[in-house]
């Protein structure tokens, strides 16, 4: 079974700098898909970002970028000039690709705040 | 933020009562999921429903009972309930085919609370 790591309960960060949420995971598949939701306090959570495993490149979205080591099982998320609006609890996930798979297995969650 | 809709959004119930939670989508989708948030925890998938079909049930226990009557709407209904159950109940959906393209929607959940 696949099981997603997240070391870090709590981040914190300075508006306008960077910051980069940690995320590991384990699968003896070779091709998957990898996300990052967002959930911001009491608000719905959305897709931040995703990640195929057959794309060397790396993701990204706006100020919102991963670095994806597939040997390392590593999928980080950087957020670049962060705002207070990025505020959130982060979430990575891992999802099949095999036909039907529709699970969605979470890490345990990065609770962001943004200082100004 | 309207295209997954959830009621209530905070519920608190006794261990005896019975109540359901709602979920609706807006989008089209054809399948929808249960999840449960907890503290500290990882969000556990719950239930799946493809086409109106429960297509998984990832072990919950029969306090928790699932309904679909369309493609748009999704049930819970609870009986019995424990303090530990007192979660986060999130619903989402996605369309059934697969892809990358089938990302799930999420609702905003209702927070329960079993006294």
């Known amino acids: 079974a696949q099981t997603v790591t997240q070391s870090q309960p709590e981040m914190s960060v300075q508006e306008a700098e960077t910051v980069t949420l940690s995320c590991t995971y384990d699968?003896?598949?070779?091709?998957?898909?990898l996300f990052w939701y967002k959930q911001p306090p009491s608000r719905q959570m959305i897709l931040v970002i995703r990640?195929?495993?057959?794309?060397?490149q790396n993701a990204t979205e706006n100020r919102f970028s991963v670095n994806f080591q597939k040997a390392a099982k590593s999928f980080s998320l950087k957020i670049s000039d962060s705002q207070l609006g990025d505020a959130a609890m982060y979430f990575c996930a891992y999802r099949s690709v095999i036909q039907g798979a529709q699970k969605l297995v979470f890490g345990q969650g990065t609770r962001l705040t943004i200082n100004p | 933020e309207t295209g997954v809709t959830q009621t209530p959004r905070h519920l608190v119930m006794g261990m005896t009562n019975k109540k359901s939670l709602k979920c609706e989508q807006h989008l089209g989708h054809n399948a929808m999921y249960w999840y449960k948030q907890s503290a500290k925890k990882p969000l556990e998938l719950m239930f799946v429903?493809?086409?109106?079909?429960?297509?998984e049930n990832n072990s919950v226990p029969s306090r928790f009972s699932p309904e679909c009557p369309n493609s748009s709407h999704l049930f819970l209904h609870l009986h019995t309930l424990q303090p530990e159950d007192s979660a986060l109940y999130l619903c989402a959906s996605s369309q059934r085919s697969g892809g990358p393209q089938m990302e799930q929607y999420f609702g905003p959940g209702t927070r329960l609370t079993v006294t």
């Open positions: 990640q195929e495993a057959y794309k060397q």
């Open positions: 429903y493809n086409f109106k079909e429960q297509t």
């Open positions: 699968t003896s598949e070779s091709d998957y898909y």
